[in-house]
């Protein structure tokens, strides 16, 4: 199964919103709303922020929300703020009855 | 609140096996809407799902294909814990491996703290 294909890295400043894209195919980003997203700071286990494609979980700010179309799905983080810098995975069910990660975005707040 | 505890050698021999128990508290480990599962992170290779089991019978579950063939994974509910055994590890086999609980549509919702395995 091939990883779902992230942005390595992107920065923005205080403030402003940015997104987050997650490509895949129709195996899996594309066949399914079965899309969630997860930040993660350095040393820390990953924490998720987006599932089912849109809903956030009880506990995760509402600046953070998610869309998907077609093969891709995207996370977009409005009023960027400081505590935002981490790495961000995405990851989806596949059609082999699997789940597949995104390689990972690192997120700088400049 | 649930949370998992993970604990295991951090050092196994290439060739031996690797094997990792994660203990559930604050809910019950027979929840039938969760899969019980293990997740591993390279600096490498990033994320990767392991394989994910329900807490009724041996071992069944979903697997990565890729690990299939060396995996063992199993829920003790007399114990509150589930297990991974991982054969004839490799170097390729170092990471820090997570246990999580899984929802039905697949999200990971609660995360044990990590461990760094080196083989």
């Known amino acids: 199964q091939s990883a779902l294909t992230q942005p390595a890295s992107l920065s923005g400043s205080p403030g402003q919103s940015i997104s987050i894209s997650c490509t895949g195919s129709n195996s899996d980003v594309g066949s399914y709303s079965y899309v969630s997203w997860y930040q993660q700071h350095p040393d820390k286990a990953p924490k998720l922020i987006i599932h089912?494609?849109?809903d956030r979980p009880s506990g995760a700010s509402d600046r953070f929300s998610g869309s998907k179309s077609g093969n891709t799905a995207s996370l977009t983080i409005s009023g960027l703020q400081a505590e935002d810098e981490a790495h961000y995975f995405c990851s989806s069910y596949t059609t082999s009855a699997t789940w597949v990660f995104g390689g990972g975005t690192r997120l700088t707040v400049l | 609140q649930l949370q998992l505890q993970q604990s295991g050698p951090g050092l196994v021999k290439p060739s031996e096996t690797l094997s990792l128990i994660c203990s559930v508290s604050?809910?019950?480990?027979?929840?039938?809407?969760?899969?019980w599962g293990w997740v591993r992170q390279t600096p490498g290779k990033g994320l990767e799902w392991i394989g994910s089991?329900?807490?009724?019978?041996?071992?069944?579950?979903y697997y990565n294909p890729s690990l299939k063939s060396r995996l063992t994974m199993s829920v003790d509910t007399s114990k509150s814990h589930f297990s991974l055994r991982l054969a004839s590890v490799t170097a390729a086999d170092t990471a820090v491996y997570f246990c999580?609980?899984?929802?039905?549509?697949?999200?990971?919702?609660?995360w044990g703290q990590g461990a760094l395995v080196t083989v």
């Open positions: 089991v329900f807490h009724t019978g041996s071992g069944s579950g």
């Open positions: 089912d494609v849109t």
């Open positions: 999580v609980r899984q929802a039905w549509t697949g999200y990971f919702d609660y």
């Open positions: 604050g809910d019950s480990i027979r929840d039938s809407s969760h899969y």
